[in-house]
């Protein structure tokens, strides 16, 4: 990964639109982006070494654990080592630069911590808030960036196919979710993009069924979903597969999802408003009668983040641009009957999109 280039490009969207002359990045995936570094303390601070453009000093300050850690992993940045709190350092680095006007990231940092930075930058020097500067360059994935997601993604598929043999009636969801999450880290994931779903029967109307003790009945729903990272970047999937022969109520609701979550994928190209795509699915699902039954948007962007720009969801005026990787996942829960999730990854491209995820969408039953 060029870390350089990122925040050279950072450096000139500062200069330009917030005319602010350093900024702390705090917030760890945007450290990880712009330095490699991976730790969990960390603080990254930009100053302008003044002239016509941004000439960027850049210093990543952390603590003695990360130590040789951080020397091996960033690059781009000096590495600083204080004995401080790293947050309090870069504040004392950046009053040392002159900085006069210190950008911080409004949505990552807590009031007691901007007053403890402001009381160590001193005047003149003064914080200006920022919101989602570094999350708007990491919404374009780069080349390299895609094949490792990618990679995530081939891993998260290849473990539903092998899972689904553990799911029998009788079997709790907790044990499914441990089988999942075992393969996952044997196959050499990091670890999991968020707390692994299994939800089912009367539970996969619930958006959220974290995998509980309940055993898997003989019949209705079950919904997984899960993701894997690897080398830091996360994947997401939904399939929900049917215990026994799925009835016809069972089939007509798994088509409707289906056909609001395809209607949506075909939607995605560069241009469109990621509303369009959301209102795709949707439409599709009001037509089948289910529309109040889909009660959350339609997907959001993924990289070093589960969940991260863009919200694929209503109102929502950001445009598709290629580069962009997010997921496609309608559903609809019906209260105390079940719900149908499916959900995939794509990546925006200049004539459209491609499905990252490639197993299948056919409802498969378990008997
Ligand atoms: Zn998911
Ligand atoms: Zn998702």
């Not at 409004?106 to 500067?133: W, Y």
């Not at 995530?152 to 441990?178: K, M, N, W």
Request: proline share 4%; aromatic share 4%; glycine share 10%.
């Amino acid at each position: 990964m060029d870390y350089q280039a990122r925040v050279h490009k950072l450096a000139e969207r500062l200069r330009g639109k917030r005319g602010v002359d350093a900024l702390l990045v705090t917030h760890l995936p945007n450290v990880r982006y712009l330095c490699g570094f991976t730790g969990s303390a960390g603080v990254l601070a930009l100053a302008d070494g003044g002239g016509h453009s941004f000439a960027t000093q850049a210093a990543l300050f952390t603590d003695g654990r990360y130590t040789t850690q951080a020397r091996e992993e960033v690059s781009g940045a000096r590495v600083v080592v204080g004995k401080r709190n790293p947050l309090l350092e870069a504040s004392a680095w950046l009053k040392q630069q002159r900085a006069r006007r210190v950008g911080f990231e409004a949505e990552h940092m807590s009031f007691a911590t901007q007053r403890h930075i402001a009381a160590a930058l001193a005047k003149p020097a003064k914080l200006v808030p920022t919101s989602g500067l570094v999350e708007r360059l990491r919404m374009i994935k780069e080349r390299e960036e895609i094949e490792q997601i990618r990679a995530a993604v081939l891993l998260a598929s290849g473990l539903f196919d092998r899972v689904l043999r553990t799911i029998r009636p009788g079997v709790r969801e907790a044990d499914v979710a441990a089988e999942l999450e075992h393969a996952a880290r044997r196959d050499g994931a990091e670890g999991m993009s968020f707390e692994t779903i299994v939800a089912s029967g009367s539970r996969s109307a619930l958006p959220h069924g974290k995998a509980s003790a309940q055993p898997i009945q003989a019949n209705g729903f079950v919904i997984l979903d899960f993701g894997v990272i690897l080398a830091g970047y996360c994947s997401d999937m939904t399939r929900t597969v049917c215990m026994g022969s799925p009835s016809k109520r069972q089939a007509e609701l798994y088509a409707a999802v289906l056909g609001a979550q395809e209607a949506a994928i075909a939607r995605v190209s560069p241009g469109r408003t990621v509303a369009e795509v959301d209102q795709a699915a949707r439409s599709r699902l009001q037509k089948a009668g289910l529309g109040r039954y889909f009660t959350h948007s339609t997907g959001h962007g993924v990289g070093l983040e589960i969940h991260e720009p863009p919200r694929i969801a209503k109102g929502q005026a950001e445009k598709l641009v290629p580069g962009m990787v997010i997921t496609i996942e309608p559903g609809v829960y019906l209260p105390g009957e079940g719900g149908v999730r499916i959900e995939d990854m794509v990546v925006v491209t200049q004539s459209g999109c491609e499905v990252l995820t490639p197993t299948t969408k056919e409802l498969i039953a378990l008997e």
